[in-house]
């Protein structure tokens, strides 16, 4: 009677919320079949009874609800995928004995001093291969309370304790590990404390490892530009398991280098299945610009960081103008400059060395004389004069001799 009284009195102390009120098993309790619960295992066992025809294992679960696992003939136990634990659960087995439905309810609670466990418990995988968990202190913790983190895959076949634990005064509050191999895509995580004053609540939780990852930013970014266009390439980034591109998706951030934060573009989502690529009208000839990238999963929107601005374009175009004016100030100077020395130096070399005349062909070029510039002499005959001339012989003498 003892017995029986204990297992009625508990679940009115735990379930009295209405949601587990009406979950509460209806038909009749019988403590012949002596149900057990392992909680690491997530087993339910009873003692068989002969001529059982028919069982059922139901689980009630604060969050999920109810969950039911029928029961073969001729066995005695229920086997449930993980859950968490630490709300507390109610479990019932009901078998046919007889043409006799009996049941027996069991409730699980979490044992040691409310407020003991840890608390704001959450993990991130980053850089594919590490993963940080971190937790607080219970606000009831005693002070000599002291955390451990266990790790289980989702077949129950792999457990680990953290390898490196972070300390805060002395209590572990975190957990950093290097090595992620042998965790399946759903893994059990559960921590537990210790405390010489009081005993210490657990905490547990099932995570599913893809959700909890931070993909890095994309490989490779590269932008190429047309006369009318510009088209962003990259690569999909290194996860922890290997995933198609459609499982992916990406948030560009592209923005003019001069642009002001009140003035930002709006950011550019790129669904993974469209290539890893984005084109778009250039925005400028001469204005530069960044782009940024991230990722996240195509299923929800749990954005990494950021990468390296890439810079496409070339300067802006008010100091492009200014340095075209000057380049053309200082070549119509130069040039101005060259011509005038050159002008000088053929004055010069005109006056060292003048032009020598040119001696006239009469002959050939008689049809480009202009008669009418030549100045004929004309010449008056000797008044007394004929035509004809006078020829008058000279004769040379000898001379003398002095002695004669």
Request: net charge neutral; charged share 25%.
């Amino acid at each position: 009677m003892a017995v029986l009284l204990s297992m009625l009195l508990v679940p009115s102390l735990f379930l009295n919320q209405d949601q587990w009120d009406k979950h509460l098993p209806t038909v009749e309790q019988n403590s012949s079949l002596n149900v057990k619960f392992d909680p690491k295992a997530t087993k339910l066992t009873w003692d068989c009874q002969e001529n059982a025809t028919y069982g059922e294992c139901v689980l009630i679960h604060k969050e999920k609800g109810q969950i039911k696992k029928k029961v073969k003939d001729k066995e005695c136990q229920c086997t449930f995928q993980d859950c968490s634990l630490h709300g507390g659960v109610t479990l019932t087995v009901e078998v046919n004995i007889n043409q006799r439905r009996i049941s027996e309810t069991l409730v699980y609670l979490n044992p040691g001093r409310e407020g003991t466990a840890a608390q704001n418990f959450s993990c991130l995988i980053y850089n594919a291969d590490f993963m940080n968990c971190t937790w607080a202190k219970g606000q009831a913790a005693p002070n000599d309370v002291q955390y451990f983190l266990y790790i289980r895959d989702s077949k129950k076949k792999i457990e680990r304790e953290c390898p490196h634990y972070l300390k805060d005064s002395g209590t572990h509050v975190g957990c950093h590990l290097q090595d992620l191999s042998g965790l399946t895509s759903y893994s059990y995580f559960l921590v537990n404390g210790t405390s010489q004053e009081a005993g210490i609540q657990f905490f547990d939780s099932v995570l599913l490892l893809k959700e909890i990852e931070q993909y890095n930013p994309p490989n490779n970014i590269t932008v190429h530009c047309n006369e009318s266009h510009c088209f962003i390439r990259w690569e999909k980034p290194r996860t922890r398991k290997t995933l198609s591109i459609r499982e992916f998706q990406y948030q560009l951030d592209i923005q003019r280098q001069s642009d002001t934060g009140s003035s930002r573009n709006q950011l550019i989502v790129v669904s993974g299945d469209m290539g890893n690529k984005y084109s778009f009208p250039r925005p400028g000839l001469r204005a530069k610009h960044t782009v940024k990238i991230r990722t996240a999963d195509a299923r929800k929107a749990h954005w990494g960081a950021w990468s390296q601005p890439a810079e496409f374009g070339s300067a802006e175009p008010e100091s492009s103008l200014v340095h075209v004016y000057l380049l053309v100030v200082l070549g119509t100077f130069v040039c101005g400059l060259t011509i005038s020395c050159l002008f000088k130096r053929f004055l010069g070399m005109h006056r060292l060395f003048p032009p020598i005349p040119r001696i006239k062909d009469k002959l050939n070029d008689s049809h480009q004389i202009d008669h009418q510039q030549i100045l004929w002499e004309k010449f008056a005959h000797d008044v007394g004069k004929g035509d004809k001339e006078e020829v008058l012989a000279v004769e040379e003498v000898a001379e003398a001799p002095a002695n004669a």
